[in-house]
């Protein structure tokens, strides 16, 4: 046991040495396939030329100069694409070092734009059941993830949450797509209404639901809905893409292919790619614009907000996504990914249903697929899922934290993607489900 306080102290990790493309190598020479960028993070794959080149460059001229004091040209260039990407003149990211801090500064954001508007009293985050918005106090107070709320749950503020958009579970027989879409947005309506709209800030939304829920997509409709009453009842609209954000679902946007734009976006994990910590909030013109104005400071801070390096390997990834045409390759390999899950595993007793969108893609097992019946044991069959596969060298993300639905694998795999790295993952993919639900 060496002195580091690990993820686990109960658990023992292989120590990982060396990366390159879809593979990552453990002290013992094992490799092991990464089909989900880690945690949804190594979107180019690991040691992608283009991006370290575009650090040494930055590391070698200037590492770091503090943002109290200096902007820098990788944090202005890498700002440049993503409002030219965001879609809205007079957009501006700020930029942090992680998932958590980019929603914190969301949060905050909206606090104090409703505080200069003199709506002091808007503070209630409005967010939904099996979301996961960050680790900090205030972002995993605005989670809805039972499993990580519960053991800090004395320190939480309890803000309103309502159900996520989810048809495989919460869409009535007697109901279409679009009357479920409908139904389900309403749910911020009636929340509204209860708390008073006069007391929330804003609603966060995953717009593709990632770990928790696993690769939920809407059905058709509902985000236009929650715009509409978010736009009726004066709260802003964070798209929380951390997860699904940087092209993951084959926009560079995930809200691109459900026709809203949001307040706020936030995004890290694919952004940094892994090759660097990096986090960005995104601001609408129009709250950009209100902490521009004398006397309106957006009070916030961190010591590496906006750090040279950091984000020179930001726009590393975003010039690689563009030079590569990767956004393509998403959307090809995201439906041939899906089309082989379908093909192997539909008809395997445990498993519920495949879906997601892009190289965001789960399968969702349960007790039996007629009945939809959640594993009782999500938690610990989540963690035998991911020892079993790491024993068959292959990375996945399982997750089983949220009773009342079942258990999930989650596959982001790198944007490159092969055919054979798909077949490598199902011949594995199969054993580990053999000795898992032991069929
Ligand atoms: C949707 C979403 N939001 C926020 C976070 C928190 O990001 P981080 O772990 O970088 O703080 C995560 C992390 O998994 C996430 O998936």
Known sequence: MGAVFLRDLRHEYPVAVRATGMHIYDSAGKAYLDMSGGATVSCLGHQHPDVIEALQDQIGTMAFAHSAFFTNLPQEKLADALSVRFGEEG?????????????????????????????????KIISREHSYHGNTLATLSASGNPARRAPMSQVLED???????????????????????????????????????ETVAALIVETVGGASLGAVTASAGYFHRIREIC?????????????????????FFAYEQEGF???????????????????????????????????????????????????????????????????????????????????????????????????????????DKHHKTPLPNGPALARQLRDTAMRYGLICYPGGGSPGHGCHILFAPPFILTDTHIDEMITKLDSILDEVFDV
């Open 261 to 367: 734009l949001p307040d706020i976006v936030t995004l890290a994990k694919g952004l940094g790619g892994g090759y660097q910590p990096l986090a960005a909030t995104i601001a609408r013109h129009k709250i950009a614009q209100l902490f521009a104005a004398e006397g309106n400071a957006f009070d916030h801070g961190h010591t590496y907000v906006g750090h040279a390096s950091t984000c020179a390997a930001g726009a590393g990834v975003v010039d690689a996504i563009e030079k590569y045409q990767l956004l393509g390759a998403v959307i090809h390999q995201g439906h041939l990914l899906h089309d082989r899950l379908v093909e192997h595993f539909r008809d395997h007793p445990n498993v519920g249903d495949i879906r997601g969108r892009g190289l965001l893609r789960a399968i969702e097992f349960v007790v």
């Open 91 to 123: 957009a501006k990211t700020y930029f942090t070092s992680g998932g958590s801090e980019a929603n914190e500064t969301a949060l905050k954001m909206a606090w104090q734009y409703w505080r200069i508007l003199g709506q002091p009293r808007k503070t």
């Open 231 to 251: 736009d009726q009842y004066e709260i802003l609209l964070i798209a929380d893409e951390i997860m699904c954000g940087t092209g993951r679902t084959g926009t």
């Open 159 to 197: 803000w309103p949450r309502i159900d996520p958009c989810y048809a495989y579970r919460y869409q009535r027989d007697d109901e279409s797509e679009a009357e479920y879409a409908i139904r389900a947005a309403n749910a911020l309506e009636a929340t509204l209404l209860r708390e008073g709209p």
